[in-house]
């Protein structure tokens, strides 16, 4: 048997009830793990400092010198602490222990050299140090001890316990004592050579006992580099497959309502960028394997034009398609959108959504069922049992976030071969984060707006310029455009955000008087009846100011609104900030978002907002926002297997990620089934891997 399979509590100086600790707070099960669990840093302890460079930076230092007295200071209640006076040849400082004073005491040689180590903080002139490392600097010198030393990850449980940073350390050296070091390599030899990367057991060896920055340094590249690399063997082998062994309906002919659509009825001149996509999404139709495919396009970069264009393939081909969104108001939109573009087309497109009337929706099913319906776009409405298809050849999904990854396979089970799917999305997901979460994705990106589109100008503005922003306002409504003002609206403080709301409401109410001015207001609260009419009179210019909750950020599309205000911006996400701006500069005119905020920001909300004065680009928006909030937040948990990486940082190892995924695709256009025998051992640990960490797939 492989020795690290060995159950953890058989490495001695760990027993029963550590295992049990190292099991349920740090998920280890036997030497594997322990071996596998990685430092999070490491404290340099090649410098030494003297005691005049100390500073109150609360980091841990290692200092040279003698303990020239030691007393015990009674603290009342029957409490002491124990104190040593500690010199250099730069100045003095105090020890202080206040656990175990006795032994310290009796243990402590008075003006021999120490080395101590530990966090020093400032007391008025003088600086302490509470329960220091020591050890004489004879036996310091003559140990072996690693210069760098590892901080490894623990829990507050494991600390009370006595499972220190030093007890790890200890069941390490033990581990790899009764281990011999013996781990065998899973890369191949080529590949070792071409990226000069150091062997398994030596990099594994300096991951946890390092003895140089350097040869740190070059362990941690060839762990991330092996920890990414087999991510993406295991993303690009599952696409691999799914193109394989899924057959798709293939879309052989680019026939009638293609074409005629393309020379005699596009309204404008296609992007490059959407000419592109197209062929990227024609070619996967064209082919055998069914499509699997995530449009990634900045709000206002014309993705609908694209999916209708693609049902309409579907249609050239015999075959139904949908188009889901998720709200009511996009659905209307798409479907709005959708049949104007396809008016002069001989086609039949419907809407289902919650308030579909029986009648209609009876028609729809049978339509749906006898194949003359041929596009149906609608709410979650679709998902319904009833709803059955003819033959649905393609599934278009827009606004992705919205819909969990059930709802998605649903729509997939709709047919006994699944459709092909394609889904849109607006939130640019950075290309880190989709290489890594959806390496088994095929992505086209519309990374071109239109032309003629001017650039939303965004300014941040506090709150104390409040009346020069009205001004402004009322310029712009003087010129006829239309103004949005957002507030924010998070689940946890509900209550406050509607009373923020009103306020707001009634101070604008105040500020821009009736008959003048008139104004909509739309927030969650209200009936949907009520929200939509108000949402009408808004979009048909009957008002000049819509004040809103978020509700709006999905979809709204009313070219007039030039100005977007958003309140307290400091508290929304940037991708949330960006969505919102993208309602304005649908138009011909120029936009403006205004961000309010108060005086007092975060460093955080302070480069949020300096982001979005700085750049339109939803791309170079979702970076920073993955920098600031880190991948878990932004992809939700459901992701958390393929995020929850041992070593590897998808911000900071950008590049290193980038070097695996094309070693992976490399590697796999040459032997797919890792049949080669200089990939027997990649192939054994890659089999061993999948075993453990199943990748959560994009739609499944
Ligand atoms: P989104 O990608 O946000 O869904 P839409 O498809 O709603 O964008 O397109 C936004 C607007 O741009 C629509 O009014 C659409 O008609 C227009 N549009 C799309 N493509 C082009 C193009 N190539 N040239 C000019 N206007 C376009
Ligand atoms: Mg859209």
């Avoid at 124990?82 to 032994?103: I, N, P, R, Y």
């Avoid at 941690?220 to 696409?239: A, H, M, P, V, Y």
């Avoid at 009511?328 to 289902?352: D, R, S």
Wanted: charged content about 25%; proline content about 4%.
């Amino acid at each position: 048997m492989n020795l690290l399979e060995t159950p953890i509590e058989y490495l001695k100086g760990v027993g029963p009830q550590r295992g049990d600790l190292l099991r349920k707070e740090l998920g280890i099960h036997k030497y594997a793990d322990l071996l596998n669990l990685f430092p999070n840093r490491y404290i340099d302890r090649t410098r030494y400092y003297k005691i005049n460079e100390l500073q109150n930076s609360n980091s841990e230092v290692q200092i040279v010198g003698k303990i020239i007295n030691i007393k015990t200071v009674e603290q009342g209640k029957g409490k002491s602490r124990l104190v040593a006076t500690f010199v250099d040849d730069t100045g003095q400082m105090e020890l202080v222990w206040f656990q175990g004073q006795k032994w310290i005491r009796e243990s402590i040689k008075i003006n021999i050299p120490y080395v101590i180590f530990g966090k020093v903080t400032q007391f008025g002139a003088t600086y302490n140090m509470a329960h220091p490392e020591m050890e004489l600097l004879e036996e310091h010198k003559a140990s072996l001890r690693s210069a760098m030393q590892p901080v490894y990850p623990s829990t507050e449980k494991l600390a009370n316990k006595g499972i220190s940073n030093k007890v790890i350390n200890k069941m390490m050296q033990q581990l790899f004592m009764e281990t011999q070091a013996l781990f065998s390599e899973n890369l191949p030899n080529y590949l070792l050579d071409e990226l000069k990367l150091t062997p398994k057991n030596a990099a594994l060896f300096n991951i946890h006992f390092p003895k140089s920055q350097d040869l740190l340094a070059k362990a941690q590249f060839r762990l991330k580099f092996e920890e990414l690399f087999f991510i993406q063997l295991q993303l690009i082998t599952k696409n691999l497959i799914r193109k394989h062994k899924i057959k798709g309906m293939p879309f052989e002919k680019v026939g009638e309502n293609f074409n005629n659509f393309y020379k005699n009825h596009l309204p404008f001149d296609l992007t490059n960028a959407q000419k592109r996509v197209l062929k990227e999404i024609r070619n996967d139709l064209g082919s055998n394997a069914q499509m699997n495919r995530l449009l990634q396009g900045d709000v206002g970069s014309g993705k609908t034009i694209v999916a209708l264009m693609c049902m309409l393939l579907a249609k050239d081909n015999g075959f139904q398609s949908c188009l889901m969104a998720p709200t009511e108001i996009l659905v209307n939109q798409h479907f709005n959108g959708i049949t104007e573009l396809a008016k002069e087309l001989n086609i039949n497109i419907k809407i289902l959504t919650g308030s579909t009337k029986t009648s209609d929706r009876k028609i729809i099913h049978e339509e749906l069922e006898n194949g003359t319906l041929d596009i149906l776009i609608g709410t979650h409405a679709l998902l319904e049992d009833k709803v059955q298809f003819h033959n649905l050849g393609l599934a278009i999904i827009d606004e992705q976030h919205r819909f969990g990854v059930e709802q998605r396979s649903k729509l997939w089970k709709k047919n006994d071969v699944p459709p092909h799917v394609l889904v849109m999305t607006a939130t640019p997901i950075p290309r880190t984060l989709a290489m890594s979460l959806y390496g088994d994705l095929d992505i086209s990106v519309i990374d071109e707006l239109p032309p003629g589109r001017k650039p939303i100008q965004t300014v941040h503005r506090y709150d104390s310029n409040r009346l020069k922003v009205w001004k402004f306002l009322k310029d712009e409504i003087a010129k006829g455009r239309q103004v949005y003002i957002v507030y924010p609206l998070i689940q946890e403080s509900e209550k406050m955000d509607y009373k923020d709301l009103m306020d707001g409401y009634e101070s604008i109410s105040r500020d821009f008087p009736l008959p003048q001015y008139s104004i909509s207001i739309v927030h969650g609260k209200m009936k949907p009846a009520d929200k939509d009419e108000e949402m009408r009179r808004f979009a048909e210019g009957k008002t000049n100011i819509m004040v809103a909750t978020t509700v709006i950020e999905v979809g709204v599309n009313v070219p007039n609104a030039s100005v977007m205000v958003i309140e307290s911006a400091e508290r929304f996400g940037l991708s949330q900030l960006h969505q919102l701006r993208g309602r304005v500069g649908r138009g011909a005119e120029q936009s403006y978002c205004i961000l309010m905020t108060s005086h007092k920001l975060s460093n955080d909300s302070k480069i949020r907002m300096e982001t979005m004065v700085r750049t339109n680009d939803g791309f170079e928006i979702s970076e920073v926002d993955l920098k600031l909030r880190g991948p878990g937040d932004i992809m939700g948990k459901q992701q958390s297997g393929v995020l929850n990486l041992q070593i590897a940082d998808l911000v900071k190892d950008k590049d290193i990620l980038q070097l695996a995924r094309h070693h992976a695709i490399k590697l796999l256009k040459d032997d797919a089934p890792m049949e080669k025998s200089e990939h027997a051992k990649l192939r054994e640990a890659f089999i061993e891997l999948s075993k453990k960490k199943t990748i959560w797939n994009y739609i499944s």
